[in-house]
């Protein structure tokens, strides 16, 4: 009989801490602006490809795959407006940083669908070339408008 309230005991102490995490990790999406909630699945998607294995004989068409989720997503996210961008003060500098942004932005979508082209055409030297060139890209836009 012990044994038995222990381990419900034990039980309803675990499922306590899984509501707690789940209602934390919520709690961290709904402080995100929907520009940061796309912006994740970018990265999502694009860790992805670091996980995949060459020797896989569904490699290049997984990566294609989460490729054009990804770029979907960054499309998806051109729609709204970097934070550090929005909240700066209307003038000119606001309307360079708006127009640098969306450079960046389409620059890394024209990026991205060659990556995925270049997948599908399953040409490994194109895609290190073009891997590297999104890398460039997210750093740039990253340290001028994100407060990471």
């Known amino acids: 009989m012990r044994r ?6 034990l039980g309803a102490v675990a499922m306590g801490f899984i509501g707690c ?7 961290d999406d709904a402080d995100k602006t929907p520009m940061e909630k796309e912006m994740k699945i ?13 020797e896989d004989k569904a490699y290049y068409e997984n990566g294609a795959k989460a490729v054009r989720e990804a770029h979907e997503a960054l499309l998806r996210s051109m729609a709204f407006q970097p934070v550090l961008v929005k909240d700066m ?5 606001k309307l360079i940083a708006l127009a640098d942004s969306r ?14 082209v270049a997948y599908l055409k399953k040409d490994e030297k ?6 590297s060139k999104w890398k460039s ?11 990471d």
Do not use: Q
């Open 89 to 93: 003060k209307d003038g000119d500098e």
């Open 137 to 147: 890209l997210k750093k740039e836009g990253h340290k001028k408008y994100t407060d």
């Open 126 to 131: 194109l895609i290190g070339e073009l891997a």
């Open 21 to 27: 995490a789940s209602a934390i990790a919520a709690d």
């Open 103 to 116: 450079r960046l932005m389409g620059l890394t979508y024209a990026n991205l669908c060659e990556l995925e």
């Open 4 to 9: 038995k309230r222990l381990k419900l005991f």
């Open 42 to 54: 970018v990265s999502t998607k694009l860790k992805e490809l670091r996980k995949m294995k060459k």
